[in-house]
């Protein structure tokens, strides 16, 4: 049921209850599992827009956090039977056991044309047992009064609660994840609600990293004595984030640390150096994503997840844009001037390319490298 009064009839799947959040959608062909469990979806339905999900049924490598934040998600057509080597069970074996509710056989089309054409809306979802239980009204009001991201603080629900060091490094196929156990650098990452495979990025360049909470305070972030610091994606309204963050980032960048940011962190950064973010009208969610590096001209097929973006109208002086979506112009990445300050709108983990935007990782480990040689010298 949509707020609008809209309402969608199909079969339940998943977890039995109810569910009310933004009805958003995603027009990647893959990676479901991690799409499901990416904390950057916390407080959001998920529409897919390729039919056949379910495929590649689940296993216990591919998550991208160990407890899945969405509220549910809407499909085409009846959860497919895996058929996958890596495959431990099927895909609705997972959602019950998540909590995750969903619906199947419904117009997805429809849904994502609405949502195209008129931006994002709340949502009710429900599954029962018993089709006597549904009542549009109820439903009808739910999806009126629930309130909307916007002004929604969500990094700090999804956020590590206690300092976390991480070591695993990136997946091969014969021998599944790896362990870092020879750090070259310290990295703290700042957990307004990570991808697991962002920070398997950073290991695998030989980063020793700290997660700490979101709000996290400046004197204990310094008191690890880091050689850079990671800003992680995360769900909710940046400007709502920011009541606590981003004072602690004006700081830190005053100490001329390396800094990198994604998705969230991104905003994040450039609340933090003066510029304005803003709720997009239904947002980037996909893995096909076209985006341009302005400095080299490169272009980069990119994985994406936000419903808000930072205004390129509003980034200060000293503060330049690198990237732009090819979709719709909308800024995409940005550097300070003369200072190893940098961050990424886009997925650069997420390898759609497949491996397109990796190389931003590497930028980030030489400028913590070309840190140390300068303190030294």
């Not at 029962?128 to 109820?138: G, L, Q, R, V």
């Amino acid at each position: 049921m949509l707020a609008d009064g809209t309402l969608l009839w199909g079969h339940g799947a998943g977890a039995v209850g109810t569910v009310v959040g933004e009805l958003c959608f995603n027009t990647s062909m893959t990676g479901y599992q991690e799409i499901l469990s990416d904390p950057s979806y916390a407080g959001q339905i998920i529409t897919f827009t390729f039919p056949h999900i379910g495929n590649t049924g689940f296993n216990l490598e591919d998550h991208e956090t160990d407890e899945p934040v969405a509220k549910g998600c809407v499909l085409r057509a009846s959860i497919t039977e895996p058929s996958n080597w890596r495959s431990q069970g099927h895909l609705d074996e997972w959602l019950k056991k998540h909590g995750l509710v969903a619906i199947t056989d419904v117009d997805t089309r429809k849904l994502v044309r609405r949502l195209r054409d008129r931006g994002a809306i709340s949502c009710a979802l429900i599954h029962a047992e018993d089709a006597s239980e549904i009542d549009p009204k109820a439903l009808h009001e739910l999806a009126r009064a629930w309130p909307g991201l916007e002004g929604m603080d969500l990094a700090g629900e999804v956020s590590t609660a206690e300092e976390l060091p991480w070591r695993q490094s990136a997946w091969k196929p014969d021998r599944g994840y790896g362990v870092m156990e020879s750090p070259e650098r310290h990295v703290v990452a700042l957990d307004y609600g990570a991808k697991h495979n962002i920070l398997r990025c950073l290991a695998t360049l030989g980063c020793r990293v700290t997660v700490l909470p979101a709000n996290t305070p400046e004197y204990d972030i310094l008191a690890q004595r880091p050689d850079g610091i990671f800003l992680s994606n995360g769900p909710g309204d940046p400007a709502a984030t920011a009541a606590y963050a981003v004072p602690t980032l004006r700081r830190l960048i005053e100490c001329d640390l390396p800094i990198f940011g994604i998705c969230l962190g991104h905003q994040m950064l450039a609340l933090a150096l003066g510029a304005r973010t803003r709720k997009m009208h239904h947002g980037h969610r996909g893995a096909n994503h076209p985006v341009r590096d302005i400095e080299t001209g490169q272009i980069e097929i990119t994985s994406q997840n936000h419903g808000f973006e930072v205004d390129a109208d509003s980034l200060p002086s000293g503060v330049i844009q690198t990237h732009v979506s090819l979709f719709d112009g909308s800024n995409e990445g940005l550097r300070v001037e003369g200072r190893p300050i940098f961050s990424v709108q886009h997925h650069p983990e997420a390898s759609p390319g497949p491996h397109d935007s990796h190389h931003l990782f590497q930028r980030f480990v030489d400028a913590i490298d070309d840190a140390r040689s300068s303190r030294k010298g």
